[in-house]
């Protein structure tokens, strides 16, 4: 009983890893005989995207890192200091009743369909955007405000935890060495939790660069290099999904690519969070 | 006794191989949505016949059909005159028109073809250059792999030898067309004929082209500029009893019409 236990908990945890080596080998497969075709540097440092052209046709996706970068990083930039306060409010001074109310708000946003995300996007974003700063709405800036609505739960909810797990001890000994609560929270709690939040930053940086559908309907998807806020912006992940339906041939093969360049993007991503979470660790126990 | 069983089952299977008559169509990506139901449809009663057919586009399919690869090929553009010269017949199978849609707080209600191949290319920025009030024109555009673009791409642009613009709102199906140009101050956008309700419904407007509003009476006739038809072509007219005659018969009867209609297109009357 115990031996059998084991060994189809053991087949259970195998299936993971079965999927996530075969997705590896399938996108790498499809992808890589591009290069047969295209040159690297024709792909990763070109803007010229027009796979339809006849003759001539251009594979450049420069475009679509740039516009993947620049909305993670505009969306951070959005998420990062609302989620961090947020997250120390609930950890520190919410109280008993207004604590719990906010905390299952933030985990309603964190379980909306992301179809969702962007529909609210076309309805109110978009218009906002086109009212405000100005252009049509559809924008790099559009999708940056969907996006960081998006990863907010999930860096509300790391810095929680990890203000929370700071040893009482610190905390009161900062307040009695006569620190006032903010010196206590920006002088300690949140140097303490620090590995923990910046997990929670890269986290919510992985979900932002991997968003397909909530970009799709707000940022444009105009196949060009994003020149401003305003500018629209096509990501790595609205390339892909764009002419995913028709695509063949050597086009197929040119989304498939994209597609490895985004699984590098997010592997480097979760490198680095396994890293910094080995640092935390080691820092905890020292 | 199992391995005589096998062996009399590969032997049938080889004999119905042997029996069964291929025949490769192609051509056109246009006419593929027709093509492929049709040919489902029509061999599902002749087991014996099996067909396929290669999207390779309307002038490689032409080529390949009067080089005798293929036994009939689709064209979603009228043949040139060396392409008849050389022999090929066209039937048109098929009518498919575009229609422009603006959003509708826009002044303007024709266009002439010319304006629109330079709105679509990015020379006509603002409405005020065509007749509208002073306001940015909002370009919509589609995928680039559905037909829908390239349509628009052979009727409005390559006649000019101009390319789209890469300025524009890029939207994956009619659907999102009609909602991003009824939602967006001096959007301009085009869907297939089948999908102008869908835009009118949302807000938006079709606009005349040379003057000529776009209906299935216009599209038939010939007289809406932004019209083709789209055709089945044989290389010298299909003999009677040929599996390609009576194609040609099958996707012009009525069960074919319905099949047209399906696939966003309007059937000939």
Known sequence: MEAGLERTFLACALVSIASVALMTVFIFRQGLPLFAKVSLPDFLLSIDWFPSRDPNPGYGILSFIVGSVFVTVMSLAISVPVGISTGIFLAEMAGRRFGPFLRAAVELLAGIPSVIYGLFGIAVIVPLVRMIPGGNGYSALSSSIVLAIMVLPTIINMTEVSVRSVPNELREGSLALGATRWQTISGVLVPAARSGIVTGVVLGMGRALGETMAVLLVGGNAPIMPAGPLSMVRTLTMNVITDMAYAEGTHLTALFATAIVLFVFILALNVFIQVALKRAVKESTR | ?269
């Open chain 2, 1 to 269: 006794m199992k391995k005589n069983l096998m062996l009399a089952a590969t032997l049938v299977c080889g004999c119905a191989l042997l029996a069964a008559e291929t025949y490769t169509f192609g051509g056109s990506t246009t006419v593929q949505p027709i093509a492929n139901v049709a040919i489902e449809k029509f061999t599902a009663s002749k087991p014996n016949v099996r067909i396929s057919y290669e999207g390779v586009g309307s002038g490689t399919g032409l080529k390949q059909l009067s080089e005798g690869t293929l036994t009939l090929a689709g064209s979603s553009r009228d043949l040139k005159k060396s392409e008849l010269d050389a022999g090929l017949v066209p039937v048109a199978i098929a009518s498919d028109a575009l229609t422009v849609v603006v959003n509708k707080d826009v002044r303007v209600a024709n266009l002439t073809k010319d304006q629109l191949a330079g709105i679509y290319s990015g020379t006509i920025v603002n409405w005020n250059e065509v007749g509208g009030k002073d306001e940015k024109i909002e370009v919509v555009n589609r995928d680039e792999t559905s037909g829908t673009f390239g349509a628009f791409k052979e009727l409005v642009l390559d006649p000019k030898k101009l390319a789209f613009t890469k300025n524009a709102i890029v939207a994956k199906e009619n659907g999102e067309v009609a909602a991003k140009v009824a939602s967006t101050p001096g959007a301009i956008g085009y869907v297939g004929l089948g999908f102008v309700e869908e835009i009118t419904k949302a807000g938006g407007k079709a606009l005349a082209i040379g003057g000529i509003d776009p209906s299935v009476k216009t599209t038939l006739d010939g007289s809406y500029p932004l019209s083709r038809k789209l055709y089945m072509v044989t290389k010298g007219p299909a003999k009677a009893g040929s599996v390609e005659k009576s194609f040609i018969d099958y996707v012009l009867s009525a069960r074919g019409r319905v099949i047209v209609k399906e696939a966003g297109f309007i059937p000939l009357k």
